[in-house]
């Protein structure tokens, strides 16, 4: 249950004599409406021009409102660490912001390639790629993790499985999975990753872009793109209309901006070949 779901039900509670005016129920709550009418819950009625809703049967409303929310319509006395408290304290795991923990997958192909823990254990990423094809780490607030040399960020796994033939001067590849997580993105801006370069891969699209620019702006002048003079005859022969169509919204905001070199290039391409690119072209 969404908090908007929680301040309705509690506005409605409130009300139980007058009525809530139809009118003013969130959209976002009109399914929840019909729930409620169809356990005998609430009712609706006319009421002036419009019509109201109010609490017919309170038991049947009670009942509804502990099904999904178990501790009740009040404010929690403490927010949700995760995940698992979501669901203990809100009746539903997506209301906690992100989990306790996260994954993170790491390549590596050069020869001694390790990160370093905030024990001082050594963690051979290179012997592990060897090994199983890659290593995979924990994040979370008690576990910080050193390196230096320049990291390779790629979007999307295929790419990531196979970084070193596009950028082999990475030395640590990431998959980011679509877009960085905050987590990440801290890890990668904190003073144990100050050392390192860092080089993003994704695809050439205004989401990518906007990509870049948010691990730019977190990360400064370490961070560079990947976009080798290729992606020019590329874009225009394998390049996707959809790309662009379905990503207006970024393409708008990257307008909006002043953009650095590299980005204004692709968005030069994107003007004149009305298309962008997926990053796996570059594999072909």
């Not at 809703?53 to 409303?61: E, H, S, T, Y």
């Not at 795991?93 to 001082?120: C, D, F, H, M, W």
């Not at 924990?138 to 196979?162: H, I």
């Not at 009305?274 to 796996?280: G, K, P, S, T, V």
Request: one cysteine or more; a negative charge.
């Amino acid at each position: 249950m969404s908090q908007t779901e929680r301040r309705f039900l509690r506005a409605l509670r409130a009300q139980m004599e007058q009525g809530f005016p139809m009118s003013a129920v969130p959209a976002t709550c009109k399914p929840m409406v019909m729930a409620l009418e169809t356990c005998g819950a609430v009712e609706c009625r006319r009421s002036g021009r419009g019509e109201t809703i109010r609490v017919k049967n309170l038991d049947a409303f009670e009942l509804f409102v502990s099904s999904r929310y178990p501790i009740g319509l009040e404010e929690p006395e403490e927010l949700p660490r995760d995940r698992i408290d979501a669901v203990r304290l809100l009746g539903n795991a997506k209301t906690a912001l992100r989990g306790r923990y996260e994954g993170l997958l790491l390549r590596s192909v050069k020869p001694g390639v390790a990160i370093v823990n905030q024990s001082g254990n050594v963690i051979q990423i290179a012997e592990l790629t060897e090994l199983c094809g890659a290593a995979a780490i924990t994040l979370e607030d008690s576990r910080r993790y050193r390196f230096a040399g320049r990291v390779v960020v790629v979007e999307n796994a295929e790419p990531f499985w196979q970084f070193e033939q596009e950028v082999p001067e990475g030395d640590l590849a990431i998959y980011a999975a679509g877009r960085l997580s905050e987590r990440v993105l801290s890890w990668l801006a904190s003073e144990e990753m100050a050392e390192c370069d860092i080089v993003q891969w994704g695809d050439y699209d205004p989401v990518g872009c906007t990509e870049y620019l948010r691990l730019k702006g977190r990360c400064g002048d370490r961070v560079s793109l990947h976009a080798p003079s290729r992606v020019d005859a590329l874009l225009p022969v394998h390049g996707k209309t959809t790309l662009l169509t379905e990503q207006t919204t970024a393409l708008t905001q990257l307008r909006r901006l002043a953009l650095p070199p590299e980005v204004t290039r692709l968005m030069e391409l994107f003007d004149r070949h009305q298309r962008a690119l997926e990053q796996e072209a570059l594999l072909m």
